[in-house]
C-alpha cells in the first residue's frame, strides 16, 4: 500500500486501484470545471436579466434618479441658509447625514423595493391607466383589434352595484377576528362597523395581492422572533436640516414620478417652498402662526373673547409615552391676530411657557448645530402633536373609523333590494371603497404595527388606548361636524369665515373653515337640486320604506350621528315621521364634505406636512438633533405607497347610471362647473398643490377611498 500512495503500482490489483483513483480524480475535476461553467452562465444571465429588467423600468416607468431640481421653488434666502447648515453638518464630520452622502444605499433600497413590490397593487385600480411596459403593449394591442373592427370595452372607473349583493355589516373586532386571526386592543372597535366584505363592482385584485405580499413578509420576520417595524425604531443615523437631502433620500430609487412632480395621487414634495414663501418677511419667522393661519391646523382653534386669543390645547396628549428616543407630544399655544395673519404670542411644553420667540443661543443652535433647543425644540414637537391629533384622530378616528366604513356599507346593504334608488345614486360617489381602504388600513397599522410614526411617535398600542379614550372622554357628535355649527362652537366670528375676510391682507380670514363651509353649501345646493329633480320630496319620503330602513340602520350603525338625534333632534330626529328633505340635505352635505373634501384636506394634502420634516415634523428626537434617516423614510414610503393612492375625484366624468334623468344629472355637472371656478377665481382654492397647504380642487377625492 506504501507504493500505492507513492502512486506507483507493484501488482496488478494496485494498478486497477490506482487507474480507479485517477478516473475519480479527473471525473471530479471535469465536474469542478462543468459547474464553474454553470456558475458563471447563471450569473451571467442573472446579470443580462438585471440589466434588462432596470431598461425595461427606465423606458417603461421612469429613471431611478429623477434628478428634479429641489430648490426650484425655494427662496433664496432659504436655499443659502440651508447651505450654511449643510457646511456646518460636513465639518462635525460624519454624525450628521448631508446631500454629500447621496445616494444613500438603505434609502434607495427601500423606494426601489416598495416601488416595485407594493405601489401599483395599492395604486392602479379598473378606469386608471397603469404605467409599464405591459400596459403600453395592452394599450397597442387593443388599436389594433379597433383598427380591424372589434369592439373593446373601456375600462370603467365606475360600475353599478349589483342588485341584491351585500357588504354584510360587521363590527371591526369581528372583522380583525376572522380576517387576522385575532382580536386588536381598543374596546371601541366592538362598538364601530364596517363592511365584511368589498363589493364586487369594486376591483380588489391589486389590493388584495399586495396584502398578500406584505402579509408574508410580516409573517417571515415575526416567525424568526423580530417584528419588521422595529427596523425603523433606531434613531441613527440621521440627517442635517438638508432638505435637498432628505427629499432625495426619500425619492431616489423610485420610478413612478420624481419628488417635484404633482402626479397621480402625490402633490409633490412642495410643503418646505410652501413654507418659505409664506415666512418672506414674516417677523422672526413665525412658523406656527403662518401654519395656523394657513393650512388645515387651524381645524383645532378656539376662540376666547376675553383675551382676544385664539387657543390650540393638544394637552390631552401629554400623557400618553411616545416611542424611545422621540420627544413627548402635547402642549398648548395662544395667537393673536396680526394684519392678515395670526401670530404666536405663547407657547406652552414639558413644564416651560415661551414668549420670546427671538434667542440667539437657540437660533446659533438651529443654524449651526442642526438641532432643536428651546422655543424651537417646543416648537417642533408641537407641530408634531398637532399632526398627531390631524393624523390618528381627524383622519382615523373620525373619518376611517367612525363614519366612511359604517356609511358605505348599511348605504350598500340597505339599498341592496333596489341599487336603482334615488339616494343610493346620489350617494354611490361618497361611499367608494371605504371599506377597501379601511379594512387594509387597518391591517396595516394595528396589525403589522405601521402606525408607529406613520400616524403619530406614540406606540401602536398606545395610539388604539388614545382612540379608545378620545371617544369616551370627547364623544363625536355629527351635528358638531357640520361646517354651519363647526365655528360657533369654538366661539368664532361667521365674518372670518368669508371670501372677503380671507382675501383681505389687513384682516384675519379663517382659511381652513372658510373653504369647507364653502364646499358644504355647494354640497347641500346639490343634493336639494338632486332630490327634487328625482321627484323625492317630504310625502315621497313617508312611504319609501328602503329609504327609512336605511335612516334607521345609519343611526344604529354611525354612534356619531344616533349621538346628533339624541343631542340636538332639530338638527337631526331619530322618529321616521319627522324624516324631512331638509333634514337629509343637512345630515348629507355634512357627510359629503367630511369624506370627500375634509377627507381630502387630512389625506392627499398631507404630502405638504409629512414630506416636509425640517419644518412640520412627524417625529421629533427627544435631544433635538437632526432628522432621523429610518423613520422619516419609512413616513414617506408608507404614505406614499399606501396613503396616497390614485383614486376617482369630484371633477371625473360621472357615470350615467347616478341619474335617473337629464334634471339631475344638470345639478351635478352645475355642481362640478361652480367648483371648478373657485379653483380658478378664490385664491383661498386657487393657492393649492406646487402654491398652497391644499389640494386643487380638480385632485380632491369623491370619498375616503384611500
Known amino acids: 500500500m506504501a507504493s500505492m500512495r507513492r502512486g506507483v503500482a507493484e501488482t496488478k490489483d494496485e494498478e486497477e486501484a490506482l487507474l480507479e483513483q485517477e478516473e475519480l480524480v479527473s471525473g471530479a475535476g471535469g465536474c469542478t470545471k462543468r459547474c464553474g461553467a454553470c456558475c ?12 434588462f429588467y432596470l431598461k425595461w423600468q427606465r423606458i417603461c416607468i421612469g429613471p431611478a434618479f429623477p434628478h428634479d431640481d429641489v430648490d426650484a421653488h425655494r427662496p433664496a434666502a432659504f436655499v443659502a ?40 397593487d395599492m395604486n392602479f385600480v379598473q378606469g386608471f391607466e397603469k404605467p409599464g411596459c405591459l400596459s403600453l403593449v395592452v394599450e397597442m394591442f387593443h388599436r389594433l383589434l379597433k383598427l380591424l373592427g372589434w369592439r373593446v370595452p373601456p375600462s370603467r372607473r365606475w360600475k353599478p352595484p ?14 380583525a377576528r376572522t380576517h387576522f386571526g385575532r382580536a386588536l386592543p381598543g374596546e371601541f372597535l366592538e362598538d364601530y362597523y364596517t363592511g365584511g366584505r368589498v363589493p364586487s363592482w369594486e376591483d380588489n385584485e391589486g389590493h388584495r395581492w399586495g396584502i398578500m405580499k406584505l402579509t408574508a413578509v410580516v409573517k417571515a420576520a415575526r416567525a424568526t422572533g423580530v417584528d419588521p417595524i422595529t427596523v425603523v425604531h433606531p434613531l441613527e443615523p440621521r440627517v442635517a436640516f438638508d432638505h435637498r437631502a432628505l427629499v432625495n433620500m426619500a425619492s431616489d430609487g423610485f420610478r413612478y414620478f420624481g419628488p417635484m412632480e404633482v402626479k397621480y395621487a402625490s402633490n409633490g414634495f412642495f410643503g418646505a417652498s410652501v413654507v418659505e414663501q409664506r415666512l418672506l418677511g414674516v417677523e422672526r419667522g413665525d412658523l406656527l402662526g403662518m401654519l395656523m393661519t394657513e393650512s388645515v391646523f ?9 383675551t382676544e386669543l385664539f387657543h390650540v390645547d393638544l394637552t390631552d396628549l401629554e400623557k400618553y409615552p411616545p416611542l424611545p428616543g422621540y420627544a413627548a407630544l402635547g402642549g398648548r399655544a395662544s395667537f393673536r391676530q396680526d394684519a392678515g395673519r395670526l401670530r404666536t404670542v405663547s407657547l406652552d411644553y414639558q413644564g416651560r411657557r415661551y414668549t420670546n420667540f427671538s434667542d440667539p443661543q437657540v437660533d446659533e443652535a438651529y443654524e449651526k448645530n442642526n438641532t432643536r433647543t428651546g422655543w424651537r425644540m417646543a416648537e417642533g414637537a408641537f407641530i408634531a402633536s398637532l399632526l398627531s391629533m390631524t393624523n390618528l384622530v381627524m383622519h382615523v378616528k373620525d ?15 340597505a339599498f341592496a333590494g333596489q341599487t336603482s334608488h334615488p339616494v343610493r345614486r346620489l350617494l354611490d360617489a361618497f361611499i367608494s371603497r371605504s371599506v377597501q381602504a379601511t379594512n387594509d388600513n387597518l391591517r396595516l397599522l394595528y396589525d403589522f404595527h405601521a402606525a408607529d410614526f406613520s400616524l403619530a411617535p406614540l406606540p401602536h398600542d398606545q395610539q388604539l388606548k388614545l382612540i379608545d379614550e378620545f371617544i369616551k ?23 372670518w369665515s368669508t371670501e372677503e375676510a380671507v382675501q383681505n391682507a389687513s384682516s384675519w380670514g379663517w382659511r381652513w373653515h372658510y373653504r369647507a363651509l364653502t364646499v358644504q353649501r355647494l354640497l347641500a ?11 323625492v320630496d317630504d310625502e315621497a319620503i313617508m312611504s319609501d320604506n328602503y329609504l327609512k330602513d336605511w335612516w334607521q340602520s345609519m343611526i344604529f350603525h354611525l354612534p356619531a350621528l344616533r349621538r346628533a338625534t339624541e343631542e340636538d333632534s332639530a338638527w337631526a330626529s331619530a322618529e321616521l315621521n319627522k324624516l324631512d328633505v331638509e333634514q337629509l340635505v343637512r345630515v348629507l352635505s355634512t357627510l359629503m364634505v367630511w369624506v370627500s373634501w375634509i377627507h381630502e384636506d387630512v389625506g392627499h394634502s398631507a404630502a405638504a406636512y409629512v414630506w416636509n420634516p425640517v419644518y412640520t415634523p412627524m417625529c421629533v428626537p427627544e435631544d433635538g438633533v437632526g432628522v432621523p434617516l429610518r423613520s422619516w423614510l419609512f413616513n414617506a414610503v408608507a404614505y406614499r405607497s399606501f396613503v396616497f393612492l390614485h383614486r376617482s375625484t369630484l371633477l371625473d366624468e360621472a357615470p350615467e347610471f347616478w341619474f335617473g334623468n337629464a334634471e339631475s344629472k344638470k345639478c351635478f355637472q352645475t355642481f362640478q362647473e361652480t367648483l371648478k371656478s373657485l379653483g380658478d377665481s378664490d385664491v383661498a382654492f386657487r393657492e393649492c398643490d406646487q402654491e398652497g397647504f391644499y389640494s386643487c380642487v380638480d385632485r380632491v377625492e369623491t370619498a375616503v377611498s384611500s
Do not use: W
Not at 454629500?100 to 416595485?116: I, K, Q, S
Not at 357628535?477 to 360657533?488: C, I, V
Not at 345646493?525 to 321627484?535: I, Q, R
Open 40 to 51: 458563471c452562465c447563471t450569473v451571467l444571465l442573472l446579470t443580462i436579466a438585471v440589466i
Open 473 to 495: 372622554s370627547k364623544p363625536l357628535n355629527l351635528a358638531a361636524l357640520d361646517m354651519e355649527h363647526y365655528g360657533q362652537l369654538r366661539y368664532m366670528d361667521p365674518s
Open 525 to 535: 345646493s346639490y343634493v336639494t337640486c338632486f332630490l327634487e329633480a328625482e321627484g
Open 298 to 306: 387651524g381645524a383645532h382653534l378656539v376662540y376666547e373673547a376675553e
Open 162 to 175: 349589483v342588485e341584491g349583493e351585500t357588504m354584510d355589516i360587521v363590527s371591526f373586532q369581528d372583522y
Open 81 to 120: 441658509a440651508e447651505a450654511l447648515r449643510r457646511a456646518a453638518a460636513e465639518r462635525a464630520g460624519a454624525e450628521l447625514l448631508t446631500e454629500e452622502d447621496l445616494p444613500n444605499a438603505f434609502g434607495l433600497l427601500t423606494n426601489a423595493a416598495t416601488g416595485a413590490v407594493y405601489y401599483e
Open 399 to 413: 373619518l376611517h373609523v367612525e363614519i366612511c366604513t359604517a356609511f358605505q356599507a348599511v348605504t350598500v346593504d
